[in-house]
């Protein structure tokens, strides 16, 4: 083996995520009460699309949190070193995305670096020119030729997408009712096939400040993006679930000790605390440097660190409103039956009270992600987010944001990071609405099926 | 009424000691003053002296908790907690890093701070109520489908695009306003003018949609059909009934950030240079200088209590029926 699987933290909890995903997929699919909701989801054609758009990005947040370091070739007496560098599936699928950096600032489809340099020429006179880019349309002559090989290699990338992209919709035709997937499904797959030939060959969407290919950047930041929208209600669901129900089914003092934490917790602006506990971890961070091999797990542990106080500082809303319902449930006439039965609190509890509450919870885990990936952001440029040597939107946005003066303008990191996070929180909003309206019972439906 | 708010004020003392406790923890047991010396001096090359000095110049070189080496009341009160958390609660916030007075500060930059939250928040809550009571009006038209698909897309766009497009377009594209900076007086209009504008357009999106829900749940009620009965024009229900029974949970929502407004806002101050309380705080958050984070913090909680005691104020207000007691 010349690789050594590498499990971060975040890797772990995602892989926890996941198990969790299928534990609760093969439950629901034997219980038709329960799968009466996602029955009406699936019906909408809007939760479908967006699904189908979160599905993609999923897929590229999944495959770069399978990490491993790559064996060096030189050994240390026999035994294998490693390089330092964390990479991820993702990573070796884009290699040439990850490989090819130029020297600085390009812009999108550009064949010459951004800045002017000197360059001595043929004749060995010393001139100001735009340099040539080392990857970016290297293999045209001049300029005038790109303008029909970019529509050639995007036709072809097209023409294969779209075979592949009928292919699947073809096999997935009798699970899916709804046209508007097949057009998503065709027009997704155009658009990515069109974009990966273009990006064997062109920075499609320019290159940063390091010379860095913002295409490549961007499809990293989905993972941190993702992560911190997910692990984040993941983490403090547990507490937010003991706790709310407690409170809600013992009353008296339990209730008035959980309430009174979480109104400390909640009275605090949440950026304010944010911001003072990622500042201790900081600190602790940056005085325990031992703990960490790699440069990547320490990032990682931030990563995760942020997930935590994200979470410790929204868990708070969730435990109110299961506290909430509790107090409701405990009154209905089930609840006092298992009661007078002799039923013990702890059985009522997670036979009665919890199935019950479930809804609750997977609406605020749907609605919270957009909000969470839109936070992650605000974080970073706060100075309070993800690690600075970690690639997320926040960090995108932020180093960007200082070149808003140049002239001509650096606008393509910016217009990128904006634009991935649009449509993933887009598709996430979207998504949360559909789960919303079939789980609420709030809303009286004619139609049982 | 009186005794319910003295019961309420009185309820806020243990929270703000929970909150008080929480922030002490936070900065000083998790890690120890000396962490946060060689945070602020740098790890390499920092003689014991120098820590020392600087804890002292700071007053940071007490015991935490009981100072078991003065004597009488003083073994208490000669500690880090009390002089430096404690002391909190008679608004004695101690100085900065730098050595100003935080509480001068505090009282210098809450101006500039409400030269721009208190507009956003007015204009706000009027843009975004008509712009909800339009859509209620011409519910299920292609208005109103137009109208929610326009605040799904709005609110799903980062707020950080709202500043950085509003700056790009209007002050670096049309050179209508400056980009950045504060003048005192008159001068000031054309530097709040745009960070006000990119604050109501960035919170329309979810604002909108979320008095829209409550409007709905309003008009499906039974005295709006009894309004409706009786020959009242459209409008009319949707004025003179639906807003004012759609004000409590309105209220319940805005009344509670109304003393926050105070504290500003951290993104639009910093990017927008206003020298508010806001662009403290960041300035803070990026120096280290953790007593500042520690005043905000305790002062949102306690502007966040009052909040909350103003909203059940404001519900005996807009609902006779409601009764402090």
């Avoid at chain 1, 002017?116 to 001049?142: C, M, W």
């Avoid at chain 1, 075979?163 to 508007?180: D, K, P």
């Avoid at chain 2, 209620?136 to 038209?141: D, I, V």
Wanted: glycine share 8%; proline share 3%.
């Amino acid at each position: 083996m010349n690789f050594i699987p590498v499990i971060l933290w975040s890797d772990a909890l995602v892989f926890l995520l996941i198990a969790a995903c299928i534990v609760a997929t093969v439950y629901v699919r034997k219980r038709e009460h329960l799968l009466l909701p996602w029955r009406r989801v699936a019906q909408s054609s809007m939760a479908m699309v967006s699904l189908l758009v979160l599905s993609l990005f999923l897929l590229v947040g999944l495959l770069d949190t399978l990490h491993f370091r790559v064996a060096l070739p030189q050994t240390n007496n026999g035994e294998k070193v490693y390089s330092p560098e964390v990479l991820s599936v993702f990573d070796k699928v884009v290699e040439p995305l990850r490989t090819h950096t130029e020297k600085t600032y390009s812009s999108p489809f550009a064949l010459t670096l951004y800045a002017k340099e000197s360059i001595t020429d043929a004749q060995g006179n010393i001139v100001r020119e735009y340099p040539r880019l080392r990857f970016g349309g290297a293999h045209l002559a001049d300029e005038v030729a790109r303008d029909v090989d970019v529509m050639k290699r995007a036709a072809t990338g097209a023409l294969m997408g779209a075979l592949v992209g009928g292919l699947v919709a073809w096999v997935v035709r009798r699970r899916f009712a709804q046209t508007a997937v097949f057009v998503t499904i065709l027009v997704a797959s155009i658009i990515i096939g069109a974009v990966a030939n273009l990006a064997t060959a062109y920075h499609v969407l320019g290159t940063d400040k390091v010379g860095q290919d913002v295409l490549y950047l961007s499809l990293k930041s989905i993972r941190t993006g993702l992560i911190i929208g997910t692990v984040t209600t993941l983490v403090t669901l547990p507490l937010a679930l003991f706790l709310g129900v407690a409170a809600g089914y013992f009353r008296g003092w339990v209730d008035d000790v959980i309430q009174y934490v979480y109104t400390v917790l909640s009275s605090i602006p949440s950026v304010l605390l944010i911001a003072a506990a990622v500042l201790m971890m900081q600190v602790t961070i940056d005085t325990h440097p031992e703990w960490f091999t790699t440069s990547a797990s320490r990032a990682d542990l931030r990563l995760v660190f942020l997930c935590l106080i994200l979470g410790m500082t929204s868990w708070t809303g969730l435990c109110r409103l299961l506290r909430g319902e509790t107090l409701k449930l405990r009154e209905m006439e089930y609840i006092q039956a298992a009661q007078s039965f002799g039923v013990s609190s702890m059985r009522i509890l997670t036979r009665h009270i919890m199935p019950n509450v479930m809804h609750i919870i997977l609406i605020a885990l749907v609605m919270d992600f957009s909000g969470l990936v839109l936070a992650e952001a605000v974080l970073s440029y706060v100075g309070v987010g993800v690690d600075p040597s970690m690639i997320s939107f926040g960090t995108m946005i932020n180093g960007a944001r200082l070149e808003m003066g140049r002239e001509p303008m650096v606008w393509w990191a910016l217009a990128s990071a904006f634009s991935f996070m649009l449509v993933l929180v887009l598709a996430a909003n979207l998504f949360a609405d559909a789960v919303r309206d079939a789980f609420d019972p709030r809303l009286n439906r004619t139609e049982t099926k | 009424m009186i005794a319910y708010l003295i019961r309420r004020i009185l309820y806020a003392i243990p929270i703000l000691i929970g909150v008080n406790l929480l922030t002490f923890a936070l900065f000083f047991v998790v890690n120890t003053p000396d962490d946060m010396v060689r945070m602020q001096l740098g790890v390499k090359r920092v003689t014991p002296e120098a820590i020392e000095k600087w804890k002292q110049q700071r007053g940071y070189d007490k015991p935490l908790l009981i100072n078991s080496a003065a004597t009488g009341t003083n073994t208490l009160t000669d500690t880090i907690f009390w002089q430096k958390s404690a002391s909190m609660f008679v608004f004695d916030f101690g100085y900065s890093d730098d050595g100003r007075s935080i509480g001068r500060e505090i009282s210098t930059r809450m101006g500039p701070s409400l030269a721009i939250a208190l507009p956003t928040f007015l204009v706000g809550l009027f843009v975004y109520v008509s712009f909800a009571l339009l859509m209620t009006l011409f519910r299920a038209t292609a208005l109103d489908i137009v109208g929610v698909a326009l605040c799904v897309v709005l609110m799903s766009i980062s707020g950080l695009f709202y500043i950085i497009g509003g700056q790009f377009l209007i002050s670096k594209l049309w050179h209508l306003v400056p980009i950045s900076g504060y003048a005192g007086g008159a001068d000031s209009l054309k530097f709040v003018v745009l960070p006000i504008v990119v604050g109501i357009i960035g919170g329309i999106g979810s604002s909108s949609r979320w008095y829209r829900t409550i409007f709905l749940e309003e008009i499906g009620k039974d005295y709006v059909r009894t309004a409706r009965a009786k020959g009242l024009s459209e409008l009319r229900v949707l004025f003179t009934h639906v807003l004012k029974n759609a004000m409590i949970p309105i209220l319940t929502g805005v009344v509670v950030v109304i003393p926050l407004l105070f504290m500003g806002s951290l993104l639009t101050e910093s990017f927008f240079g206003i020298p508010g309380l806001g662009s403290y705080t960041i300035d803070a958050i990026n120096a280290q200088d953790f007593s500042v984070v520690r005043a905000m913090v305790f002062l949102g909680s306690v502007l966040y209590i009052v909040g909350l005691i103003l909203t059940d104020v404001s519900y005996t207000v807009v609902d006779p029926r409601v009764r402090l007691q």
